[in-house]
């Protein structure tokens, strides 16, 4: 049973920069979406950033593109989120999460992910 375990969290200042990382226990076979997601109390979960294994491709939410970068490193089966300029609109519990493409129908949305983390705080002010 894959693991996957989300570091980096913490409190930073308007304009600050942050970056998660999300450390899979094994390697996962098959083609695979490697997400982020956040959660503020009392919002829906939100699809931040998504990248597909064996592909340069990754694609983001309107609210994060060109602050936020999501990477990898097969070696480590480790997934990065570079989150710089952050906003106080950025403050949530943020997941990483994994999923077989053929099992995730709209990668930017919580559903068909196999693999969810505990998740790591971020505040900024």
């Known amino acids: 049973h894959v693991q996957l375990v989300e570091s980096g969290g913490g409190s930073v200042r308007t304009g600050g920069s942050l970056r998660l990382s999300c450390a899979a226990s094994?390697?996962?076979?098959?083609?695979?979406?490697w997400a982020w997601f956040r959660q503020s109390p009392g919002k829906e979960r939100e699809g931040v950033a998504v990248?597909?294994?064996?592909?340069?491709?990754?694609s983001y939410a309107d609210s994060v593109k060109g602050r936020f970068t999501i990477s990898q490193d097969n070696a480590k089966n480790t997934v990065y989120l570079q989150m710089n300029s952050l906003k106080p609109e950025d403050t949530a519990m943020y997941y990483c999460?994994?999923?077989?493409?053929?099992?995730?129908?709209?990668?930017?949305?919580?559903?068909?992910?196999?693999?969810w983390g505990q998740g790591t705080q971020v505040t900024v002010s």
């Open positions: 999460a994994a999923g077989l493409v053929s099992r995730v129908a709209t990668p930017l949305r919580p559903y068909g992910y196999t693999y």
């Open positions: 094994e390697y996962t076979a098959g083609r695979h979406c």
């Open positions: 990248l597909y294994t064996g592909t340069s491709g990754a």
